[in-house]
Structures are given as C-alpha cells and as structure tokens.
C-alpha cells in the first residue's frame, strides 16, 4: 500500500537552529499538510499546500515556518529558529482529491527535540 | 469553528471485553467528515475510518464497529472482544469542504489499556 514517508524520524537540535523535515507525500495526490502534535496533546493542523502554495494556515504556523515542495516528490517543512515549546511529534499528511472526501494519509511522523 | 470533544481520557477494560469511545463533535458547516485514528506507543497515525455527513450508514469492520448519529453529533467508535493490540490512543478529527485544503481537527484523544 502506497504510504507517506518523513525523514528524519528523530532530530535532536539546539535552540536558534534551523531545521528541515521532509515528507514524500503519495505520488497522485495533489493536498498536502504538516500537522503537529506536543507530547501527551492532541494533534494541531499546521498548514495545508495545494497547487504550490500555501492553501489554509492556523495560528500555529507563524513566520517561524515555512514549507516548500522543491520538486515533484518531496515536501518540506523548515523551522527557521527553533524554540523549545517546538519539540514535538511532526506530521506530514496527503490526500488525493478533497472533493470526493478522500482518506488523509498520515506519515509516521518526525520527533523534534529541541534542547 | 470546528470542535471534536472526546470525554473520555482513558478507558481500561479488560480483554474480551467491549468498549466504546465516544466522540461529539460541533462544526455549521452542513458538509463534513469524519474520521477515527489508532496511534500505538510507536507513534504514528493509523486511519481506521472516514464518514461523510451525507451518510449515516454505520459500518462494521471485523470487532469494530461506529455509530454516526447526526441529531446527536456524535461518532462512536466500539470494539468487540478488545484484544491488548487494541491499547493506543485513538483520535476522533472533523473536516470540512471549504474550497481551500482546510485540515482536520482532532479531539484530545482516547487513551485505551487492554489488560491481559
């Protein structure tokens, strides 16, 4: 079965550091999102891409973030300067076509340790 | 705004045993969707079902079961004959068809301990 895959799968990185996880959506589908989720919380839409850009953000995603599909597979999100309140779980997501109401496929997620 | 309230912070049953979890969720938009997540201790996200708000069929998959009520807003999930694999956490999440790729919205999830 077709899956989503992150890498790296844990990232351990020092306060003011820039980071960048990845993700290899699906290969046919077309909306992609990161979502985040702080150890023992419940999991919180970051943003969501379509079209190469930007479609929904939340509040969560300042201009700290930024995400990115440099080309036909992968897609990236890069924390510019890390805090500690931005260790947690990442995870990527894709979906073929919102209109016919397709599954979210989630990725296995990137642990983020900032210390 | 979009609201899934999951009540139950942890459930523990002993195996053989049924459970339910229960999710309410609140949104105005007349069109949605809803889905059920398994996280294990490994930490992923495991999709187990999607519902459309158009269809209140309720399905049944092996020992799992759900309940979608519209006039309650709610969809609960039941497992029949739990088995300790069935320990995770499960997450209810709520979306909505909005033109752009709005994401989900999950509840705070259920912690669920099959014991042996």
């Known amino acids: 079965e077709p899956e989503v895959t992150q890498t790296p799968s844990h990232q351990v990185t020092q306060m003011g550091q820039e980071v960048i996880l990845r993700c290899v959506p699906i290969?046919?589908?077309?909306?992609f999102y990161w979502y985040r989720q702080i150890l023992g919380q419940k999991v919180e839409f970051l943003v969501s891409?379509?079209?190469?850009?930007?479609?929904?953000k939340s509040e969560i995603f300042d201009d700290q973030f930024s995400v990115e599909r440099p080309d036909g597979s992968n897609f990236t999100l890069k924390i510019r300067s890390t805090k500690l309140e931005d260790s947690a779980m990442y995870f990527c997501a894709s979906t073929l076509a919102l209109g016919r109401v397709d599954t979210i496929y989630f990725g296995e997620g990137s642990w983020l340790t900032v210390v | 705004a979009q609201k899934v309230t999951q009540a139950q912070t942890e459930i523990s049953v002993v195996e053989k045993e049924d459970v339910t979890l229960d999710c309410v969720y609140e949104?105005?938009?007349?069109?949605?969707?809803l889905f059920w997540y398994k996280q294990p201790p490994s930490g992923e996200l495991v999709f187990l079902i999607r519902?459309?708000?158009?269809?209140?069929q309720n399905e049944i998959s092996g020992r799992y079961s759900w309940n979608f009520q519209k006039s309650t807003s709610s969809f609960n999930f039941t497992i029949t004959a739990s088995q300790v694999v069935d320990s995770a956490v499960y997450f209810c999440?709520?979306?909505?068809?909005?033109?752009?790729?709005?994401?989900?919205?999950f509840g705070k999830g259920t912690h669920l301990i099959i014991q042996p």
């Open positions: 519902r459309n708000s158009f269809d209140e």
């Open positions: 999440a709520l979306g909505v068809l909005r033109g752009g790729a709005d994401g989900l919205t």
């Open positions: 949104t105005r938009d007349t069109t949605y969707y």
């Open positions: 290969s046919n589908h077309l909306y």
């Open positions: 891409f379509y079209n190469n850009e930007i479609s929904e």
